[in-house]
C-alpha cells in the first residue's frame, strides 16, 4: 500500500516555467514532510520540508504548499533552470509505527528544456 | 569527503549467493538507515539503527536480510540466498538527532542479481 502518492510521473518544462509536483496521503499521523532530489547515480538529497502548522514553505526558487484538510502537498519550482533536471519525491513521517522512517512517494522526473 | 560512504557501488551476483554491503556513516551521527530503492519507485524503508541497537525493522524485510551495526561506527547489510527480485539500489543514510530531522544518503550499492 503506497502510503504517499505522487503525481505525475514525468514533467517537461521549458527554462523559466514553473513545474508542479503534487503529493497526497491518507495517514492522519504523518507530521512531518519533506522533499527529496536524486540526480542518476547518487542517493536523495534533502530540499525543503514543512510541518503541518504552517500552509506555505519558501526556500530560494522551492516552495512547499501544504493543505491539511485535504491531505495534500506540493512542491512549486520556480523560473526553473535546466539544472533542476532530476527525480523529486515527496515523502511523509509521522508518530507510532514507522515514526522512524520516511515514506517515500514514486518520484517525479523532471526536464527543463534549455 | 565527509559524506555517507557505500561500498561497493556495484555488486553482480549469482543466484542463491551471499552479499554483504557496508555503509560508514557521517562521523558524528548517530542514526544510521538502509532504504531499498527498484527503478522508478521511491526509496522503502528496511531498518534503522541508533548507534549499535537496531531499534526498528520493515514489517517487509525477508528474513534472509540481516544488518549490524557494531560499536555505533560502520553498519553492514547482508543478503542471504539472494533471489533476483532482490535486486535494486541499497541506500544507506544517517542523521543525527531525535527524529525528523534530515537525512543524508549515500550514492547506493547496485545489486544485481542473475
Known amino acids: 500500500q503506497q502510503q504517499v502518492k505522487q503525481s505525475p510521473q514525468s514533467l517537461i518544462v521549458q527554462k523559466g516555467g514553473i513545474p508542479i509536483i503534487n503529493c497526497a496521503y491518507e495517514?492522519?499521523?504523518?507530521?512531518?514532510f519533506p522533499w527529496y532530489q536524486q540526480f542518476p547515480g547518487k542517493g536523495p538529497a534533502l530540499l525543503i520540508a514543512?510541518?503541518?502548522?504552517?500552509s506555505e514553505k519558501k526556500e530560494g526558487r522551492f516552495t512547499i504548499s501544504f493543505n491539511k484538510s485535504a491531505k495534500q502537498f506540493s512542491l512549486h519550482i520556480m523560473d526553473s533552470q535546466p539544472g533542476d533536471s532530476a527525480t523529486y519525491f515527496c515523502a511523509a513521517q509521522g508518530r507510532g509505527y514507522g515514526a522512524n522512517n520516511l515514506f517515500f512517494g514514486t518520484g517525479t522526473r523532471l526536464t527543463v528544456i534549455p | 569527503d565527509t559524506g555517507v560512504s557505500q561500498n561497493p557501488r556495484h555488486k553482480i551476483t549469482k543466484r542463491g549467493q551471499n552479499v554483504t554491503f557496508r555503509c560508514d556513516p557521517i562521523s558524528e551521527h548517530n542514526r544510521l538507515y538502509w532504504y531499498r530503492q527498484t527503478l522508478g519507485q521511491g526509496p522503502e524503508f528496511l531498518t534503522y539503527f541508533q548507534n549499535e541497537a537496531q531499534l526498528e525493522k520493515s514489517r517487509l524485510l525477508s528474513d534472509r536480510f540481516s544488518a549490524e551495526r557494531p560499536k555505533g561506527s560502520f553498519s553492514t547489510l547482508e543478503i542471504q540466498r539472494t533471489e533476483q527480485g532482490d535486486s535494486a539500489m541499497y541506500l544507506c543514510?544517517?542523521?543525527?538527532?531525535?527524529?525528523?530531522?534530515?537525512?543524508?544518503f549515500g550514492s547506493g550499492t547496485q545489486l544485481s542479481v542473475l
Open positions: 495517514n492522519t499521523a504523518f507530521d512531518y
Open positions: 543514510a544517517s542523521s543525527v538527532g531525535q527524529g525528523n530531522e534530515k537525512l543524508f
Open positions: 514543512i510541518r503541518p502548522d504552517v
